[in-house]
């Protein structure tokens, strides 16, 4: 993915700067100004934060100045598209939230939804979303019928429960289902860009009520397109790898008579950046065929000596009675910014249609400690 540079640097602010003082031309943007002083050690997330702040304090006003600068600078500057919009959106929404006005709020969303193909407005709408979710989802409800294939995901995105860089939504986590709408009317859509999201969203929900998307995904495929049952495995994933057996079930991953041989391990100590092989085979011990997901678990070590597993995907496969296969997997622990590896027992196992197999141990060392 690009740096946070590439995405909201230096030129993005010049470029914001010079659209907002073309819409507003006796803006006084001090604030915005002086922003490229104070990006560089921050995240993208805390830099669109910060350019959000800088705008509210250059415009002051209500949210109707607010929102007829924005538009001014969507007619007038072609430029007025990409990163820079992230601090856009969500300096719309808290000026809505601040005051407060049904006027505010219904003309933020449709302002969201209008700027959402110049860059997603998927995380500002968080913010509408945490002040008003009924009023919200009566406004999304409309847009699930939107001829813009944008505005449609955005109503699908925006409202995950767990989407990435975007702050919870407390209403959404605490009320099972209330998003539900918004995917029966989107399951089906003509676009891969939005059904991806569905089926994200989907996800998202399977963290907190399995049952209640098991139950959905069983609902769709009665009558499914021929995408249903794609959107369905990447939506049921989680579940998959948690070996959830509905899920494996609604995927025709049902109980099954196997023999695993292993993993076996090419080494039994592994440094920090470097990487363990693993080889197993699965027989099919029963007397039909089976039809196996097979992942693989790695179970790190945490920092307080205990371990926490997580799940790999291996491949798919039917087997015929007594039918064997062999499998083969390299394992990297190269340095990534979302774990912390802790030297010590690790540990990898299979799993098969949601069973696990017996551990094979090694030790990551760290060759920096004596």
Avoid at 73 to 98: E, H, N
Avoid at 236 to 250: E, I, Q, S, Y
Avoid at 315 to 326: K, S, V
Wanted: net charge neutral.
């Amino acid at each position: 993915m690009p740096s946070a540079d590439e995405l909201i640097g230096h030129h993005a602010v010049e470029t914001l700067i010079r659209a907002i003082q073309t819409a507003a031309p006796d803006a006084d943007l001090t604030s915005l100004r002086t922003a490229p002083g104070q990006i560089a050690p921050i995240s993208l997330r805390e830099r669109a934060d910060l350019l959000r702040d800088a705008l509210l304090a250059d415009l002051p006003g209500d949210f109707a100045a607010l929102a007829r600068i924005v538009r001014s600078a969507r007619d007038s500057a072609p430029d007025f598209t990409g990163w820079l919009i992230w601090p856009v959106t969500s300096a719309l929404a808290t000026r809505a939230v601040q005051e407060d006005s049904h006027t505010a709020f219904d003309d933020a969303m449709a302002l969201l939804a209008d700027l959402t193909g110049r860059l997603t407005s998927e995380f500002a709408i968080r913010t509408l979303l945490r002040h008003d979710l009924d009023r919200a989802l009566g406004i999304i409800s409309d847009w699930t019928v939107s001829p813009d294939a944008h505005v449609r995901r955005l109503a699908s995105e925006g409202t995950r429960p767990y989407l990435p860089w975007a702050v919870r939504v407390p209403d959404i986590l605490a009320r099972p289902g209330v998003t539900m709408p918004v995917l029966d009317a989107l399951h089906r859509d003509e676009s891969d860009y939005v059904r991806r999201s569905v089926a994200n969203h989907l996800n998202d929900l399977s963290r907190d009520h399995p049952d209640l998307v098991v139950d959905t995904a069983r609902r769709w495929l009665v009558a499914p397109d021929p995408a249903t049952e794609r959107l369905v495995r990447h939506g049921l994933r989680t579940l998959v790898k948690r070996g959830h057996p509905g899920a494996l079930d609604l995927l025709g991953f049902t109980p099954a008579a196997v023999e695993v041989d292993g993993p076996h391990l090419d080494r039994s100590t592994v440094p920090f950046g470097g990487s363990v092989r693993f080889t197993a085979s699965v027989r099919n011990t029963g007397d039909t065929q089976a039809r196996l997901a097979i992942d693989y678990v790695v179970h790190h070590r945490k920092a307080n000596g205990g371990q926490t597993g997580k799940t790999f995907k291996l491949t798919t496969r039917t087997l015929a009675p007594g039918e064997r296969i062999q499998v083969a997997r390299e394992h990297s622990f190269r340095p990534i910014t979302t774990r912390r590896y802790h030297s010590g027992t690790h540990a990898i196992s299979l799993q098969v249609n949601g069973v696990a197999s017996a551990r094979a141990d090694f030790e990551l060392v760290d060759p920096d400690t004596p």
